[in-house]
Nanobody, 123 residues
């Protein structure tokens, strides 16, 4: 029901736009998040956008570089990634759920997940 796309290979300092497409139901009432997972590491919170007020939350590691946005009419969420670093290399996943604010960075708070998209940043 969720599909992440837009990953690829980019040089350090470059930019990528990721998209999360929802199908089968509307996700306008859900918080949608981006997480990432590098080889051998746990899934890590990147950013989330809430459904009603559109509040946005970011991991400290991406603040000022990444921007999350949503288009409820298209049932899509985006992640604009600027000033990419090799440490940003990972598979990026989008998830949907109804977390309370204190749980917004926890993978367990989301119950819809899509297949990820690989982002590789070369130095």
């Amino acid at each position: 029901q969720l599909q992440a796309s837009g990953g690829g290979l980019v040089q350090a300092g470059g930019s990528l736009n990721l998209s999360c497409t929802a199908s089968g139901r509307t996700f306008s009432g859900f918080a949608v998040s981006w997480f990432r997972q590098a080889p051998g590491k746990e899934r890590e919170f990147v950013a989330a956008v809430k459904p009603v007020n559109g509040d946005k939350h970011y991991a400290d590691s991406v603040k000022g570089r990444f921007t999350i946005s949503r288009d409820n009419a298209k049932n899509m969420v985006y992640l604009r990634m600027n000033s990419l670093k090799p440490d940003d290399t990972a598979v990026y996943f989008c998830g949907a759920g109804r977390p309370i604010t204190s749980s917004i960075s926890r993978p367990s708070a989301y119950y819809y997940w899509g297949q990820g998209t690989l982002v590789t940043v070369s130095s």
